[in-house]
C-alpha cells in the first residue's frame, strides 16, 4: 500500500468542509472483501503474462476512440474489449513517467523532479530501487524490453540489463532517427544508439523502428514456452515522438489532412496500431493470450507544434494542465471480470507496480514504500479505487513565477514554486505550470496561424489556480479566489509531500559522454567503481529566487549544486 495516505489532519479538514467525494473514513474497498482464498482447492493457475505497451507524445485526442482524423481499429477494439482508463494519469515529460512506472515512487521519492535525463548527464534511475522488472524476474518471469529507455545509462550499472530485464533491444536516448538510429545533444554530437544488450547493434539500423521492435516482440513471443515461465516485456515504443518520420504506405490515407505534421503524425500513429494489431495475432497464435493482460498507455501528452493534439484538455506535453498529465489508457484482457466498459477510477502511472506484481503473485510485503497502488479490482471489477490523491510533482528548479511568494501561498508555501496535486475532485496548480491553452484539432494548413490565437489564454501575475477537475476537466472555471479554504489545505498537502522528498539529482554534462569518445555510439563512459562527488552551494543565477531559498541541511530544504561531474540537489523551502 502506497505511504502517501493523506494526513489525519488533513483528512478531518477535508471532510468537515466537505470537499471529498468518498469516505475517507472507511476501510479500502480491498478490505472489506473477505478473505476466502483459503477455501479454494484448484491447482494455483500459472501468473498472466503481461504485455506493457507504452507510445512516446501520444495526445488525448490521438486515438480513434477519442477522435475523429486518426484512425486506429486495432487499438479502439482492444480498448472496446477491455477496460478504458478515463480518469487515468501520466507525467508531462518522458523520463519521470518512465522512472514512475519502474519504480511506483514519485519523482519527489527518485531524485528525478526535474526535466528529463540528458544523454551527457551522469545520471540514471537510483541504484537503491528495486524495480518492477526486478521484482518479476523474483516471482519467476522472464522479462524483456523492447524500445526506449530514457533512464540514464553513464554507467552500465544504470542500463537495462542490469535493472532486470533478461534482454533488451533497444535506444538508451529520448530520441533517435527512426530509420538510422542517429541521436544528436547538440550540434557535433551525434552518436548511434540502437542496442542489443549492452552492445551497439551496429547491422541492425535502416529499418522503420516501429517495425523492427514489433519484430523484436513476435519473436520473443515465438520462441518462448508460454506454459513454462509468465513472460513480462514491456514494448517502449520511439513512435509517436519527432522526428515526424514514417513509411510513406502510412502517410497515404492522410492526404486529406492539409496540416502536414498533422498528416505525418497520424501515419506514425497508424503504424504503431497496425504493430499492436500484429502483436495481439502473435499472443493468440502462440497460446499467450488467454492467459495474458495487455497494458496500453502513452507517457505523456501530445505536442501539438508536432501534430499532436490533446482537444479538448487544455495544455500539451511537459506542462501540468491536464492535456500534459491526462493520460491514454487501456486494460485488455480475457482474465477481467466485467469487460467492454469506461473506468472512470483515478490511476496513476506509478500504480501499474504494484499492480502487477499482485497479478504476478507478490504479497504487499514486495510493494511496501511504494507510492502506487494496486488498482486490479478497481480496473477488473468496477470497485473504487484505493487511489485517493495523486501529487503530480514538486519542481523547485523549473522556471520560478515571478508572481508567486510565501505571501500568497497564505504563508504556506511559496507560490512561486512549479507543484501540482490533485485530491479527489480538486486540483491545485503553484508556480509556472507551463503553456496553458487550449489548442484545436490542427487540421487545416497554416498551423499555427489564426487557429494558435482561437482560444490565447494568459493572465498575468498568477501563480495559483484550482479547479473542481471532476466537474471541470478541462480547466476553464478557476475557483482558487471564491475557494481559498481549499486552496489553504491543498498547500499544506504540498508542504506535507516536500517534507519527504529527496534532493533533486540534475549534473552537470560530461564531456566524456561525447560518442566520438566511444566508438561512435551512445553508450555507458563512466566506471561503475566511480564515487559520484557532492559539494554544497548556492543557487545564484537569480537574486529574487536567492531571497525565497535558504540553505539547510535538512532534504526538505535545501539548495545545493556539485561541480565538475558531481550531482545538482535541490529542494524547496517555505514549509518551516
Not at 519527432?242 to 497508424?270: D, F
Not at 489545505?489 to 539529482?505: D, G, H, K, S
Not at 525565497?548 to 524547496?572: P, Q
Request: aromatic share 12%; hydrophobic share 30%; net charge neutral.
Amino acid at each position: 500500500m502506497a505511504t502517501t495516505a493523506l494526513t489525519g489532519f488533513s483528512m478531518m479538514s477535508l471532510l468537515s468542509l466537505g470537499y471529498l467525494t468518498w469516505d475517507m473514513m472507511s476501510p479500502n474497498q480491498v478490505e472489506n472483501e473477505p478473505d476466502i482464498t483459503f477455501l479454494d482447492r484448484s491447482p494455483v493457475p500459472q501468473p498472466p503474462h503481461i504485455i506493457f505497451i507504452m507510445t512516446d507524445d501520444q495526445g488525448f485526442n490521438d486515438i480513434g476512440y477519442h477522435s475523429s482524423d486518426i484512425r486506429t481499429p486495432a487499438l479502439d477494439k482492444l480498448a472496446a474489449g477491455g477496460v478504458k482508463l478515463e480518469n487515468y494519469y501520466i507525467q508531462p515529460i518522458c523520463t519521470p513517467s518512465r522512472s514512475q512506472l519502474i519504480t511506483g515512487r514519485y519523482q519527489i521519492h527518485t531524485g528525478l523532479q526535474h526535466s528529463i535525463i540528458r544523454p551527457r548527464q551522469p545520471n540514471c534511475l537510483p541504484f537503491d530501487q528495486v524495480t518492477l522488472p526486478q521484482r518479476l524476474q523474483e516471482l519467476g518471469y522472464s522479462t524483456h524490453m523492447v524500445g526506449k529507455w530514457h533512464l540514464g545509462f553513464y554507467k552500465k550499472e544504470c542500463l537495462p540489463t542490469r535493472r532486470g530485464f533478461d534482454t533488451y533491444f533497444g535506444s538508451l536516448t529520448g530520441s533517435v532517427n527512426y530509420y538510422t538510429y542517429d541521436s544528436c545533444d547538440g550540434p557535433g554530437l551525434c552518436g548511434f544508439d540502437l542496442h542489443e544488450g549492452e552492445s551497439a547493434a551496429w547491422g541492425q539500423g535502416g529499418k522503420y523502428s516501429t517495425h523492427l521492435y514489433t519484430q523484436r516482440v513476435r519473436k520473443i513471443l515465438a520462441t518462448h514456452d508460454p506454459q513454462s515461465q509468465p513472460l513480462f516485456i514491456f514494448l517502449s515504443f520511439q513512435a509517436v515522438h519527432t522526428p515526424l518520420q514514417s513509411p510513406r504506405e502510412y502517410i497515404y490515407p492522410y492526404r486529406g489532412l492539409g496540416n502536414v505534421a498533422r498528416r505525418k503524425y497520424a501515419a506514425m500513429v497508424s503504424a504503431v496500431d497496425e504493430s499492436v494489431r500484429n502483436i495481439t495475432y502473435s499472443l493468440r497464435k502462440y497460446g499467450f493470450y488467454q492467459n495474458s493482460v495487455i497494458v496500453f498507455s502513452t507517457d505523456n501528452g501530445g505536442q501539438p507544434l508536432s501534430g499532436g493534439s490533446n482537444w479538448p484538455l487544455r495544455g500539451r506535453k511537459g506542462t501540468y494542465w491536464e492535456g500534459g498529465i491526462r493520460g491514454l489508457g487501456f486494460v485488455h484482457s480475457p482474465l477481467l471480470r466485467k469487460k467492454r466498459r469506461v473506468s472512470k477510477a483515478l490511476v496513476h502511472i506509478t500504480d501499474w507496480y504494484p499492480t502487477l506484481v499482485g497479478l504476478a503473485g507478490g504479497n504487499e510485503s514486495l510493494t511496501e514504500g511504494l507510492d502506487g497502488y494496486d488498482v486490479w479490482e478497481a480496473i477488473s471489477e468496477g470497485k473504487e479505487s484505493p487511489r485517493l490523491e495523486i501529487l503530480h510533482n514538486i519542481d523547485p528548479l523549473y522556471n520560478y513565477a515571478r508572481s508567486g511568494s510565501l505571501q500568497k501561498g497564505y504563508g504556506i508555501w511559496n507560490t512561486a514554486v512549479q507543484a501540482s496535486i490533485r485530491t479527489g475532485d480538486w486540483k491545485l496548480l503553484t508556480g509556472d505550470p507551463g503553456y496553458g491553452d487550449w489548442t484545436p484539432p490542427q487540421m487545416l494548413p497554416g498551423f499555427p496561424g489564426s487557429w494558435w490565437n482561437l482560444e490565447r489564454h494568459t493572465r498575468p501575475m498568477k501563480s495559483v489556480w484550482l479547479f473542481n477537475i471532476s466537474g471541470d476537466p478541462y480547466e476553464r472555471f478557476d475557483l482558487s479566489e471564491q475557494r481559498p479554504d481549499v486552496v489553504k489545505e491543498l498547500l499544506a498537502r504540498l508542504v506535507y509531500y516536500n517534507r519527504t522528498a529527496v534532493p533533486v539529482r540534475y549534473p552537470s554534462e560530461d564531456l566524456r559522454a561525447d560518442p566520438h569518445l566511444n566508438g561512435g555510439a551512445w553508450g555507458p563512459w563512466a566506471g561503475d567503481e566511480e564515487e559520484d562527488s557532492w559539494e554544497s552551494v548556492y543557487k545564484k543565477e537569480n537574486s529574487d529566487w536567492k531571497k525565497k531559498l535558504k540553505l539547510s541541511k535538512s532534504r526538505s530544504s535545501c539548495c545545493y549544486r556539485a561541480v565538475c561531474h558531481s550531482w545538482r540537489i535541490y529542494c524547496i523551502v517555505g514549509d518551516d
